[in-house]
C-alpha cells in the first residue's frame, strides 16, 4: 500500500512562491506516475500538474503554466511542485496523488492519494 505525504503549504502573499513536497512509502517509487491536484472551495477538484515515470514526461494545466514546475527525485522517494507567481486564485487545498502507470493524466483516476496541505495566497 503506497502512503503519501504532502508538505510545504501555507499563507504566502500575491507574486511569492512556495514549494510543495509529496513524500511516498510503500511502493516502489520509480514505477509511480504522481500528480498534483487541487481543490477550492466550493469547486470540483483540478488537475495541476504531473510527471510520468518514462523520461519524466510532464502534463501541466494551462491555468498554472509558465508559474508552476513539477519535479521528482526518485532517490528522495518525492515529488515536488515549485510555484512561483502566485495569485489569489490558486488558493486551494493541494493533494498528491498516484498510480503504477508509466504514464501520467491530470484526470483523477489515481489508486493512492494523500491528506492534502492547505496553500493560500493573500495580502
Known amino acids: 500500500q503506497v502512503q503519501l505525504v504532502e508538505s510545504g503549504g501555507g499563507l504566502v502573499q500575491p507574486g511569492g512562491s512556495l514549494r510543495l513536497s509529496c513524500a511516498a512509502s510503500?511502493?516502489?517509487?520509480?514505477?509511480?506516475?504522481i500528480a498534483w491536484f487541487r481543490q477550492a472551495p466550493g469547486k470540483e477538484r483540478e488537475g495541476v500538474s504531473c510527471?510520468?515515470?518514462?523520461?519524466?514526461?510532464?502534463a501541466t494545466a494551462d491555468s498554472v503554466k509558465g508559474r508552476f514546475t513539477i519535479s521528482r527525485d526518485n532517490t528522495k522517494n518525492t515529488v515536488y511542485l515549485q510555484m512561483d507567481s502566485l495569485k489569489p486564485e490558486d488558493t486551494a487545498v493541494y493533494y498528491c496523488?498516484?498510480?503504477?502507470?508509466?504514464?501520467?493524466?491530470?484526470?483523477?483516476?489515481?489508486?493512492?492519494w494523500g491528506q492534502g496541505t492547505r496553500v493560500t495566497v493573500s495580502s
Open positions: 510527471i510520468s515515470t518514462k523520461d519524466e514526461i510532464t
Open positions: 496523488a498516484a498510480v503504477k502507470s508509466v504514464y501520467c493524466s491530470l484526470i483523477p483516476l489515481y489508486s493512492y
Open positions: 510503500g511502493g516502489a517509487f520509480d514505477a509511480l506516475a
